[in-house]
């Protein structure tokens, strides 16, 4: 028997295999391998890439030169160009406009065998603060609406370049997955006067059982209504609707929490493909008082079929209970 569990935020249904849910052991995977190469994103090779736009680089060192150790460069083959105007129009029923935006790439670290989970709590801060201080400097161009922040790990997840990166695209559009999380944190609020990520915050702290990694700033968890399994939600305790407004505090103990989850998702799963997603107020678009920022993981360890893609209902094989348990009992300690 499996349970149908509805998420409160967007009101899509899940279906949890509950009765013969898949073992943790059953995920297993084998591991990734990279391949090396001529890498344009290492140390040495700064030339293959558009121009720096930001990195953390040591002194007397200059742009496009080593000494860097998170570098940020415009993407190659951007999805949209920042050069140009909007022009929206439209053609009879159709809307349309200019393929406007940003895309930047933000190279973690110098080591191309290193992914985010091997480093240090210090450097995952770093390669924070660049989301932070990217994410505003792009805000204050007037044609763009939301700034999305997701990180492709491993070839099925879409990383098409090995070099352990995160990718930013200022959108001048609202994403619809944005507005439906958006809509649904304000019927929630309308409707109890409280928020609804809060109200999960409260919930997960008070039956523990779905939480895989806590500290001062933000709570790790599977949530009740997982579409994949090992999906993991990493919250900030505060308050707040935007990404931007984290102090430096938050973003250590952001940087704490995100490599503990990637670290015991990595030792559990051989270094599974995966996702992440920032999930943010939009800009410019109005006041989300309602609305709280979070980081979304998703491990590739299903595949979406006909089923998902025609119901909207997904199926996950094993259930956040189990998972997040079996990720708490993963020893992190070398």
Known sequence: MSQLRRDPITGRWVEIAVSHPKKCNEFDMKPQTKKGGTCPFCPGNEKMTPPEIEAVRGLKTEPDTPGWTVRVVSNKFPA??????????????????????????????TDHYKNLADLTQDEIRDVISKYKSRTIDLENDARFRYILLFKNHG??????????????????????????????????????????????????????????FENKHFLAFCPFVSRFPFEIWLLPKSHSSEFKSIDDSAIYDMAGALKEVLVRLKL????????????????????YEEFHWHLEIMPKLTNVAGFEWGSGLYINPSSPEITAKCLRETCTAK
């Open 80 to 109: 949209l160009k920042i050069e140009g105007e909007l022009d929206r129009r439209g053609i009879g029923m159709f809307d349309m406009s200019n393929g406007i935006g940003a895309h930047e790439v933000i190279v973690e670290n």
């Open 155 to 212: 070839e099925s997840a879409g990383a098409s370049l090995e070099h352990s990166h995160t990718q930013l695209v200022a959108l001048p559009i609202v994403p619809k997955r944005v507005k439906e999380e958006l809509k649904g944190a304000q019927n929630y609020f309308k409707y109890r006067e409280r928020c609804v990520f809060c109200d999960m915050i409260a919930q997960e702290q008070q039956e523990k059982e779905r939480i895989v």
């Open 268 to 287: 559990r799963l051989n270094d599974p493909a995966y996702n992440f997603i920032i999930h943010t107020a939009p800009i410019r678009d109005g006041v």
